[in-house]
């Protein structure tokens, strides 16, 4: 086992980021652990994607201090070399091969043609995608491409992972292998940062919950600490209670009856 | 994987770019992912529903003997006579439309492919290397395309103006070409500074459409600079002109092998300062290519 210290692997301080006149992050203040699975919740549009986009860089006007790995990254790429990403919208190469893919990916995180060639084909077979190495991606179907997406996060052994629902797609049993590679990543001295809006596997497999709403956070701890907190069952219904909801059964009884016809 | 011919030709300027600070062998990479793409890219007009070819053919070569032919239709202006700015301004004006147009519309989703943003720039890539390979792919496009499309001038030139003539033909075709890979990153810049990826397929089309209006009405200027009646044909300079690329590259000829030092012939200076000009103020504010 490797040793888990406090290493800080990732501190936001004060992050804000606007779309035109709507802002979107409204101060976020964050510091990482080395080791923790971070489950990053929120609403629809509550600005996670946004998020995990500005801590790769990919969105460039944002305020606000951002380190990884303990130095900042704005004008920095050297940093994403140990940084894994698995985006939410499965954009790829979709007309290479996975094969072609992969190891394209590879190299640029700059490892040995050969070297990736042959991990990323194991990975493949043992995440059920044995004998598609050498087919177009472009045939895959959703769960399949989203396979291939996590391989290519992987392939160069990663200190911080950032998986943006990475389990859309996929079908139960290989959810649970994925799960499983999660926390046995995170024993590793692995950091991983996973946002999504699906609650029970955030409650099972993270170490810490941020739940993010109206761009700030408004819950930040372990599951234990969110239910001594909220006194209620489940991260859904922690989740309900935070985001100020409850008029679930109202709006589904209106969205039934405009889809029936009446408008109101 | 595929090597191409392209990238071994390219390999003997490595220094050249190793120079400028590119990580050579990763622009190479990108450069090989990009043409094995641009190879299994079906144009529309190939486009047969339910044949699904595995096998890779280049699509992009074999759907160049249109352009030689576009190309051979322009073979009268230059054997018309020895009024070389004429000629040549109708030849570079034509060739210009043709790129341009075809540049922005069969390529654009070639040039400018959204998914680059998620596949390369979240990797440990200097930005530099990432518009570096971009910008050698417009240039791989467009030397095949000039090439296509000029080929027949450039024979018919050489048999009927002479070595000289052709040489100067060959430098202005490489000039326009520069013009041509600003003014498209030009259009891209500005297109991708205003609109997100989603919309951008909406805004080309205008862009099409626009510019081909544009060019149209261009060409009305560039013949009628010309006073055409009787055949008797004579240039009369005016202020406006000068806003005429084609003409630009077109007034060497007369300089040089016609001997008129006419002083708006200088305007020469424009065509080849334009392009430096706009790369300048385009690099200043790369941030998004
Ligand atoms: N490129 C963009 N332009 C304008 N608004 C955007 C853009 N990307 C995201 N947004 C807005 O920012 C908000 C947060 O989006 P996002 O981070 O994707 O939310 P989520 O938490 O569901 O991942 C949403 O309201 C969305 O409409
Ligand atoms: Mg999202």
Request: proline residues 3%; aromatic residues 12%.
């Amino acid at each position: 086992m490797i040793p888990i210290g406090n290493e800080v692997v990732l501190s936001i301080k004060d992050l804000q980021k606007n779309y035109g006149k709507k802002q979107v992050l409204d101060g976020i203040n964050l510091e990482v652990s080395k080791g923790q699975i971070i489950g990053y919740i929120g609403p629809n549009g509550a600005g996670k994607s946004t998020t995990v986009k500005i801590l790769l860089g990919l969105e460039e006007s944002y305020r606000g201090d951002i380190e990884i790995f303990g130095k900042r990254i704005q004008g920095n790429t050297e940093y994403k070399r140990k940084i894994g990403y698995v985006p939410e919208v499965a954009e790829m190469y979709d007309n290479l091969t996975a094969y072609e893919y992969l190891t394209f990916v590879g190299e640029l995180y700059g490892l040995e043609s050969e070297v990736v060639e042959q991990k990323a084909e194991k990975l493949m077979d043992l995440f059920g995608l044995s004998g598609l190495f050498h087919t177009r991606i472009s045939s895959f179907s959703k769960g399949m491409r989203q396979k291939v997406l996590i391989i290519s996060s992987l392939l160069h052994n990663p200190d911080l992972l950032f998986f943006d629902e990475p389990i859309n797609g996929l079908d139960a049993n290989s959810v649970m292998v994925f799960k499983e590679i999660l926390s046995q990543l995170a024993a590793n001295g692995k950091t991983v940062f996973y946002s999504s809006h699906i609650m029970d596997v955030v409650e099972k497999i993270s170490s810490r919950i941020i739940l993010l709403n109206g761009g700030k956070i408004v819950a930040d701890g372990s599951f234990e600490e969110l239910k001594k907190q909220n006194k209620e069952g489940t991260l859904e219904e922690i989740f309900n209670q935070l985001t100020g909801f409850n008029e679930h059964k109202e709006i589904a009884e209106q969205f039934v009856s405009v889809i029936q016809g009446d408008l109101i | 994987m595929k090597d191409f011919q392209t990238l071994k030709f390219l390999d003997m300027f490595k220094f050249l770019f190793v120079k400028l600070g590119i990580d050579y062998g990763v622009m190479r990479r990108i450069l090989q992912v990009k043409l094995l793409m641009d190879q299994r890219r079906v144009p529309t007009i190939f486009n047969q529903t339910g044949k699904k070819k595995e096998k890779d053919q280049n699509y992009f070569i074999k759907g160049l003997w249109m352009y030689v032919l576009y190309g051979a239709l322009l073979i009268p202006f230059m054997i018309l006579g020895e009024s070389y700015l004429f000629q040549t301004s109708i030849i570079f004006g034509i060739v210009m439309f043709l790129i341009m147009t075809s540049m922005i519309s069969d390529f654009s989703s070639v040039l400018l492919d959204i998914r680059d943003k998620t596949v390369l720039a979240t990797k440990p890539v200097e930005r530099k290397t990432i518009s570096m390979a971009k910008t050698i792919h417009v240039c791989i496009y467009l030397f095949f395309l000039s090439g296509a499309l000029t080929l027949p001038s450039i024979i018919a030139g050489l048999i009927k103006h002479g070595i000289l003539f052709t040489f100067l033909f060959l430098i202005e075709i490489i000039f326009i070409d520069l013009l041509i890979v600003v003014l498209t990153a030009l259009i891209y810049f500005v297109i991708l500074k205003f609109f997100d990826g989603e919309k951008l397929k909406d805004i080309i089309n205008y862009v099409q459409i626009g510019l081909t209006i544009a060019l149209a009405i261009g060409y009305q200027f560039v013949a009628r600079s010309f006073d055409i009646l009787n055949l008797d044909i004579v240039f009369v300079p005016s202020w406006w002109q000068f806003l005429i690329p084609p003409i630009w590259y077109a007034a060497p000829f007369e300089l040089l092998l016609n001997h008129n030092f006419s002083p708006l012939y200088c305007f020469i200076f424009a065509s080849l300062d334009c392009p430096n000009y706009l790369i300048h103020s385009l690099y200043k504010n790369d941030a998004r290519l």
